[in-house]
């Protein structure tokens, strides 16, 4: 019953800017996130926050990338700044239950044109 439903991606030239957010429903939430795996690579993760609002941050991706949630809607987001090509990828939502069980996003496509 947990779903994870995520937004905003699409395609956008390097240097611009894109905003995801992904809304969660069914479960206790201890955490959200963001990974991303790009083709022929491996998910990684790109920034994470608690309900408490401790942030996490990839260090490729600190200073460009801003988390935030909004509690009382369950939701996620992720301000994406100065993109570049080499963060083309599928993005997807995390979340951390509080039994701390993870979940997944189905993705959004982000393509940043040179």
């Known amino acids: 019953q947990v779903q994870l439903v995520e937004s905003g991606g699409g395609l956008v030239q390097a240097g611009g800017s894109l905003r995801l957010s992904c809304a969660a429903s069914g479960s206790s939430i201890n955490a959200m996130g963001w990974y991303r795996q790009a083709p022929g690579k491996q998910r990684a993760l790109v920034a994470h926050?608690?309900?408490?609002?401790?942030?996490n941050y990839a260090d490729s991706m600190k200073g460009r990338f801003t988390i935030s949630g909004d509690n009382a809607k369950n939701t996620v987001y992720l301000q994406m700044n100065s993109l570049k090509p080499e963060d083309t990828a599928v993005y997807y939502c995390n979340l951390v239950a509080t039994d701390l069980h993870n979940y997944w996003g189905q993705g959004t496509q982000v393509t940043v044109s040179s």
């Open positions: 926050i608690t309900r408490g609002g401790i942030t």
